[in-house]
């Protein structure tokens, strides 16, 4: 198949997604497939053959991409696109896709998990992975995901919605309860997120999360286990326990550096726990109407009962990330993985 692996584009985790993209790249063209890697915001750019042959170029356009420790500059990012568009789709994307036999979304975070490229795709009448536009902007929008697993009767925190303004943080820190966690109504890879203990760092983290539009949920801390449970066609895989070496949680440091955090997969949990958890993340994916792959978050707390976080449409797909490594556990090498998920979506 001719397949277009989409990815970085132009959000806080642009980089997750052009490793995500380079791995799947390699393992859908071992498998035989005519793959290309196209970075959906500076596209074609830095491509000069034609493009009747681009699927055949010996590399598949990969490169080098690394997660580094601190997120992407992505002002620096808009000022190295040579055409200064205001569109997410850099030179051609749109063209080469159309092309494509199947669009392979290797995109993360909003420019991508949010629904509105799928919606552009499907208007354009162009295949691709994973789930529709609406599936994918409910699950990343975490006030309609809470909603989703409250109806769903799934355990998740106490919680509420705020947009707010620099203006409102005197107040808000003074009457929002601590400790508790603040998130960015659509972040992800634990970018856009506070775990503040005490009001100084209440009114700290609301004034950051300014930096990322000022909409939040605002929900209650939970202390125990890191752990996360994929979703393949209609099954759950085993489940990963996260435990951080470095810092007090699993935040987008210790998901990417190698070393920083200890991924155990099966997770060192009892078969009923795990089923639990493994019920709870299909019971979301489907009601969010979800298709092909999904990955829910947890917390395992001491008495053993599993707080669902949020869900992930798009789960990283990096050689460290968490994924893969469930897939192995279950017997799915990594390009099996990818072939598995072309064929669901397919």
Not at 90 to 113: I, K, Q, S, T, W
Request: aromatic share 6%; net charge negative.
């Amino acid at each position: 198949m001719k397949i277009v692996v989409l990815a970085g584009g132009l959000s806080p985790e642009r980089q997750v997604s052009l490793v995500s993209g380079e791995s799947i790249c390699r393992a859908l063209r071992e498998l035989g497939h005519h793959a290309v890697l196209v970075d959906m915001f500076l596209g074609l750019e830095a491509y000069d053959g034609p493009m009747e042959s681009i699927f055949t170029v010996p590399d598949g356009l990969c490169g080098r991409a690394e997660i580094r420790v601190q997120a992407p500059d992505l002002e620096a990012v808009r000022a190295a696109r040579r055409d200064q568009s205001p569109s997410l789709f850099g030179p051609r994307v749109l063209e080469v896709c159309a092309m494509a036999d199947l669009v392979f979304l290797g995109l993360h975070g909003e420019c991508g998990e949010d629904g509105r490229v799928q919606a552009a795709f499907d208007l354009l009448g162009i295949p691709y992975t994973g789930s529709g536009h609406l599936a994918s902007g409910m699950a990343m929008n975490k006030a309609v995901a809470k909603q989703a697993m409250e109806h769903a009767g799934i355990l998740t925190a106490p919680w509420r919605e705020l947009l707010y303004t620099r203006e409102d943080i005197p107040r808000l820190a003074d009457e929002l309860p601590v400790p508790c966690a603040v998130k960015t109504i659509n972040g992800g890879s634990s970018l856009g997120m506070a775990l503040p203990d005490t009001r100084d760092e209440l009114a700290a983290a609301l004034e950051e999360m300014l930096g990322y539009g000022g909409h939040v949920i605002v929900e209650q801390k939970l202390v125990g286990r890191d752990l996360t449970v994929g979703v393949l066609g209609d099954e759950y895989l085993p489940a990963v326990e996260m435990i951080p070496r470095e810092g007090a949680y699993f935040d987008y440091e210790a998901k990417y550096q190698s070393g920083r955090s200890l991924e155990v997969c099966p997770a060192p949990i009892t078969d009923e726990q795990w089923r639990a958890m493994g019920e709870a993340t299909l019971r979301l994916h489907r009601a969010l109407g979800l298709r092909a792959y999904s990955r829910a978050d947890f917390i395992l707390d001491d008495e053993g009962r599993a707080w669902c976080l949020e869900i992930n449409t798009l789960p990283g797909m990096t050689p460290a990330s968490l994924l893969p490594k469930e897939a192995a556990a279950a017997g799915l090498t990594y390009p099996a993985l990818c072939q598995r998920i072309l064929e669901l979506s397919l």
